[in-house]
Nanobody, 122 residues
Framework: QVQLVESGGGLVQAGGSLRLSCAAS????????MGWFRQAPGKEREFVVS????????DYAPSVKGRFTISRDNAKNTVYLQMNSFKPEDTAIYYC???????????????WGQGTQVTVSS
């Protein structure tokens, strides 16, 4: 059974930083592409960033490029999302996702976490 468990969300001021973590189990993590998505109130879920298991290739949404950084630790079966220079519009529930393919640009994910709330105050 695949489980993705996010942690690290919270309340942060604009301009501040947070790091999210997503611990994965039930998958061969070193062969799993990981992604982060988010859903703001009243909006559809949107892609944030992904990291491929093959070569560590990444893909970022334009809205977060240069502010957010994804990384992975295969020894810990964990993917991280370092978020800096927060803007109020970054407020959302952040979801971790996993897929078996190697493409970092695909948006088709097989497994999802429960999400963690990030709230940015202005």
């Amino acid at each position: 059974q695949v489980q993705l468990v996010e942690s690290g969300g919270g309340l942060v001021q604009a301009g501040g930083s947070l790091r999210l973590s997503c611990a994965a189990s039930g998958v061969t993590f070193s062969r799993t592409t990981m992604g982060w998505f988010r859903q703001a109130p009243g909006k559809e879920r949107e892609f944030v960033v992904s990291i491929s298991w093959f070569g560590g290739g990444t893909d970022y949404a334009p809205s977060v490029k240069g502010r957010f950084t994804i990384s992975r630790d295969n020894a810990k079966n964990t993917v991280y999302l370092q978020m800096n220079s927060f803007k109020p519009e970054d407020t959302a529930i952040y979801y971790c996702a996993a897929r078996s393919g190697s493409s970092a640009t695909s948006r088709a994910y097989d497994y999802w976490g429960q999400g963690t709330q990030v709230t940015v105050s202005s």
